[in-house]
């Protein structure tokens, strides 16, 4: 039995349908193929949106099946030579394969809780179509939408269909610098984590996350961070020293909102560690 995959360009979402199974499930455009992908040896034990609309389980996709280990490598590659990622090469991939992309069509989804027909003044003698059309004309198409849905029959025509949708709209599929899962970014290509929580802090997400580790990693390599710890504990036992001595805290309180500002401008790229380190070294004095 068919399911649908329907992508909303606009709104960036992903929606899947099966409606003999009762199935409607939406999603940030192209996080269930993202997903599934990133599987690997938990595709058996997953229950993936995929594995919900296939009825023979025995047949259900392993790591090892050639379609998944050549999704992965063309995947793959195409991360590894971004000048690859071209519709062209995708469809000759398909041949490869033996595949091709689903039928699918474009459809108009119209939401207004006002008839179009109410916009135009009553009086006006011109035909209901035009009355519609003009009414149309004059709505709020904000909350419209142009979808392209494509007719699927099993989990290669999902991967697919998400595939060349991507290449179509311009978004490229990559691995979290942070989680090594895939990804498509969907505002910034340059972005290189994804949104999942991050298997090093499940309260951050890998965005979160990973900026911070991969920036406290730099400093630690660069002893940066291991001056900043010495001079931070230098001052605090100061102050608990000289409990009376206002100075002291004022200065400890400044000192740290100005490491703040240099870990900012730093992860900002406007100022080095190496820099950081000099000023370090001057604020122990």
Not at 153 to 174: N, P, Q, R, T, W
Not at 183 to 201: A, E, G, H
């Given at each position: 039995?068919?399911?649908?995959i329907?992508?909303?360009?606009?709104?960036?979402?992903?929606r899947?349908?099966?409606?003999y199974?009762?199935i409607?499930?939406?999603f940030?455009l192209?996080?269930?193929f993202?997903?599934?992908?990133?599987?690997?040896?938990?595709?058996?034990?997953?229950?993936?949106?995929y594995f919900?609309?296939?009825d023979?389980?025995?047949?259900?996709?392993?790591?090892?099946s050639?379609?998944?280990?050549?999704?992965?490598?063309?995947?793959?590659?195409?991360?590894k030579?971004?000048?690859?990622?071209?519709?062209?090469?995708?469809m000759?991939f398909?041949?490869i394969?033996?595949?091709?992309?689903?039928?699918?069509?474009?459809q108009y989804?119209?939401e207004?809780?006002?008839?179009?027909?109410?916009?135009i003044?009553?009086?006006?003698?011109?035909?209901?179509l035009?009355?519609a059309?003009?009414?149309?004309?004059?709505?709020?198409k904000?909350?419209?939408?142009?979808?392209?849905?494509?007719?699927?029959e099993?989990?290669?025509?999902f991967?697919?269909a998400?595939?060349?949708h991507?290449?179509k709209?311009g978004l490229?599929?990559k691995?979290?610098?942070?989680?090594?899962?895939?990804?498509?970014?969907?505002?910034?290509s340059?972005?290189?984590?994804?949104?999942?929580?991050?298997?090093y802090?499940?309260?951050?997400t890998?965005?979160?996350?990973?900026?911070?580790?991969?920036?406290?990693g730099?400093?630690?390599?660069?002893?940066?961070e291991?001056?900043?710890?010495?001079?931070y504990?230098?001052?605090?036992m100061?102050?608990?020293?000289n409990?009376?001595?206002?100075?002291y805290?004022?200065?400890?309180?400044?000192?740290?909102?100005?490491?703040?500002?240099?870990?900012?401008?730093?992860?900002?790229?406007?100022?080095?560690?190496?820099?950081?380190?000099?000023?370090?070294?001057?604020?122990?004095?």
């Amino acid at each position: 039995m068919a399911f649908t995959i329907e992508f909303d360009d606009h709104r960036l979402t992903e929606r899947i349908r099966d409606p003999y199974k009762g199935i409607d499930e939406a999603f940030p455009l192209g996080m269930s193929f993202a997903d599934f992908i990133s599987l690997g040896e938990n595709l058996q034990n997953s229950d993936h949106i995929y594995f919900k609309l296939v009825d023979d389980m025995d047949g259900r996709i392993n790591q090892d099946s050639f379609l998944y280990v050549r999704l992965k490598e063309f995947v793959d590659l195409c991360i590894k030579d971004p000048a690859l990622y071209t519709m062209e090469n995708f469809m000759f991939f398909l041949h490869i394969v033996g595949l091709s992309v689903p039928q699918h069509h474009l459809q108009y989804h119209f939401e207004s809780d006002k008839a179009v027909e109410d916009r135009i003044n009553p009086y006006f003698k011109i035909s209901s179509l035009e009355k519609a059309i003009r009414g149309f004309d004059k709505s709020d198409k904000s909350e419209h939408a142009i979808t392209s849905v494509y007719t699927c029959e099993g989990i290669e025509d999902f991967c697919m269909a998400s595939l060349y949708h991507f290449i179509k709209l311009g978004l490229v599929v990559k691995r979290c610098a942070n989680c090594g899962k895939y990804f498509v970014p969907l505002r910034r290509s340059d972005t290189i984590y994804c949104d999942r929580s991050s298997p090093y802090n499940p309260s951050r997400t890998c965005k979160e996350d990973g900026s911070h580790r991969t920036f406290e990693g730099k400093l630690k390599a660069d002893g940066a961070e291991k001056l900043r710890r010495s001079i931070y504990q230098a001052k605090k036992m100061r102050i608990r020293r000289n409990p009376d001595n206002k100075s002291y805290q004022e200065d400890f309180e400044k000192w740290k909102a100005d490491v703040a500002r240099w870990r900012g401008e730093i992860k900002k790229g406007l100022k080095t560690s190496e820099e950081f380190m000099v000023w370090l070294k001057e604020s122990k004095k």
